[in-house]
């Protein structure tokens, strides 16, 4: 059994920052890519940031340049540092990580319990 525990989050003023960790455990061999979305109220859920094991990264356009995605891989560890929030970026946010419990076994797709940022103007 895997799980993926979130904590960080909360109420910001825009300007401000804010700093997302999720930590994985249980049956891990290997952990993949590992990622952070957001979901807003009535829209769909999008990918903020990506980093693959070996630490290239990925960003939404709407937060490059302001957002970096990090990860500890001696310690099942992935960050989101948040700078310049901006009112837009409210939502609940949700750890992502692939997850290979074993040798010989094809990764399964996990996500954290999700975590309310909101940025007030």
């Known amino acids: 059994q895997v799980q993926l525990m979130q904590s960080g989050g909360g109420l910001v003023q825009a300007g401000g920052s804010l700093r997302l960790s999720c930590a994985a455990s249980?049956?891990?061999?290997?952990?993949?890519?590992m990622g952070w979305y957001r979901q807003a109220p009535g829209k769909q859920r999008e990918l903020v940031a990506g980093?693959?094991?070996?630490?290239?990264?990925n960003y939404a356009d709407s937060v490059e340049g302001r957002f970096t995605i990090s990860r500890d891989n001696a310690k099942n560890l992935a960050y989101l540092q948040m700078n310049s929030l901006k009112p837009e970026d409210t939502a609940a946010y949700y750890c992502?990580?692939?997850?290979?419990?074993?040798?010989?076994?094809?990764?399964?797709?996990?996500w954290g319990q999700g975590t309310q940022v909101t940025v007030s103007s």
């Open positions: 980093i693959t094991s070996g630490g290239s990264t």
């Open positions: 992502n990580a692939d997850i290979t419990s074993r040798v010989g076994v094809r990764y399964s797709s996990y």
């Open positions: 249980g049956s891990i061999f290997r952990i993949n890519s």
